[in-house]
Every structure is written in structure tokens, then in C-alpha cells.
């Protein structure tokens, strides 16, 4: 069965570095999202693209946060210079249709030192 | 702004049948989504309602009433497998596109 896949899955960083956090989403679906999850708390919504642009992002989404669709297979989400506050697990889900059940990947948990 | 309330923890038997409830303010509202997550995993995909009434799926149903902005995750048969967090999502179309917002999660433990 098809499926989202993440990598890393773990990365450990220093504070003010830049990380890229990798996804693949399933081959035949066109809408992507990046969530992200603090520990023991809710998942919370980042940014939706479909069609080489951002459809939507969050509060949370600020200029630190970029993502892109580098070829017909990679989905990235880029942070600029990482905070502590952004250690959190990051999933990354796909659909084939707006509305439809989102897929989400296994997720990366990211660490900022 | 969206609102979307559960409870925090449950307790159940192994073989009952427990019902999650979760309640729900928001703008915009275009479907129920329930999401099972294991410790340290991703959120998988449980069901999704649209219209009121029920949705039974196998040993899973679950049920959407949207003039009182509620809805529940009935399990059936429960096994030690089904110890999750249970999460209640609520889809909705922003200014540009469909979004999920989840709430905080039922912490579910299934007990012998």
C-alpha cells in the first residue's frame, strides 16, 4: 500500500541553524501539507500547497518557514534559522483531493540545542 | 477561531464499547475527521463525517450532529491494541484552502 515517507526521522540541530525536513507524499496525490506537533501537545496546522504554491498557511507559518516542491517527488519544509520553541515532531501528510483523508507520514522529530 | 473540545483521558475494558465525545465551534465547518495515534506515530485515518448521522466502519463508528457541533468515536470489541490517543479533527476551507484543525486528543487505556 502507498504511503507518505519522512526523512530524517530524527534530527538534532543548533539553534539558529537551518534544517530541511524531507517528505515524499504518495505518488498520485496533488495536495500536501506540513503539520507539526510539540510534545504532549495538539497537532497543529502549518501550510497546505497544491499546484507549486502555498494555498494556506498558519500563524505559526512566519517568514522563517519556507516549503517547496523541488522535483515531481520531494516536498520540503525548510526553517531558516531554527528556535528552541521549534522542537516538535513534524508530519507531513497528502490527499488526492482537497477535503478528502490526508495521509500523514511517519514524522520527523526535530531537536533544537 | 476554531474550538474543538474532547476529553483528555478514558479508561475501558478490554472487550466494551467506549464512546469519545468532541464538540466543536467553528467557522467555516466542511467535515469530521477521527484520527487514531499511537505513542510517537503519525495520525492515521479512522473516519469522516460529513452529513449528520452515523458512519460504521468494521468495529468504529462515529457520528456527527453539526447544529450542535458535536460528534463521537464509538469503539466496539475494544482490544489492548486500540490503547491510542483519539483524535477529533475538524476540516475546514480557509481563504485558500481545505485545513484540518485537531483537538487535543483522548488519551484512551484499555485495561484488562
Known amino acids: 500500500e502507498p504511503e507518505v515517507t519522512q526523512t530524517p526521522s530524527h534530527q538534532v540541530t543548533q539553534m539558529g541553524q537551518e534544517v530541511i525536513l524531507r517528505c515524499v507524499p504518495i505518488?498520485?496525490?496533488?495536495?500536501f501539507y506540513w503539520y507539526r506537533q510539540i510534545l504532549g501537545q495538539k497537532v497543529e496546522f502549518l501550510v497546505s500547497?497544491?499546484?507549486?504554491?502555498?494555498?494556506?498557511k498558519s500563524e505559526i507559518f512566519d517568514d522563517q518557514f519556507s516549503v517547496e516542491r523541488p522535483d515531481g517527488s520531494n516536498f520540503t519544509l525548510k526553517i531558516r534559522s531554527t528556535k528552541l520553541e521549534d522542537s516538535a515532531m513534524y508530519f507531513c501528510?497528502?490527499?488526492?483531493?482537497?477535503?478528502?483523508?490526508?495521509?500523514f507520514g511517519p514524522g520527523t522529530r526535530l531537536t533544537v540545542l | 477561531g476554531q474550538n474543538i473540545d474532547q476529553p483528555t483521558e478514558m479508561t475501558a475494558t478490554e472487550g466494551a464499547i467506549v464512546q469519545i465525545n468532541c464538540t466543536y465551534q467553528t467557522s467555516g465547518f466542511n467535515g469530521l475527521f477521527w484520527y487514531q495515534q499511537h505513542a510517537g506515530e503519525a495520525p492515521t485515518f479512522l473516519s469522516y463525517n460529513v452529513l449528520d448521522g452515523l458512519e460504521e466502519k468494521g468495529r468504529f463508528s462515529s457520528f456527527l450532529s453539526r447544529s450542535k457541533g458535536y460528534s463521537y468515536l464509538l469503539l466496539k470489541e475494544l482490544q489492548m491494541k486500540d490503547s491510542a490517543s483519539y483524535l477529533c479533527a475538524v476540516g475546514y476551507s480557509g481563504a485558500g484552502s481545505y485545513q484540518l484543525t485537531f483537538g487535543k486528543g483522548t488519551k484512551l487505556s484499555v485495561i484488562p
Open positions: 500547497f497544491y499546484n507549486n504554491e502555498i494555498s494556506e
Open positions: 501528510a497528502s490527499t488526492t483531493g482537497d477535503g478528502n483523508e490526508q495521509f
Open positions: 505518488s498520485n496525490h496533488l495536495y
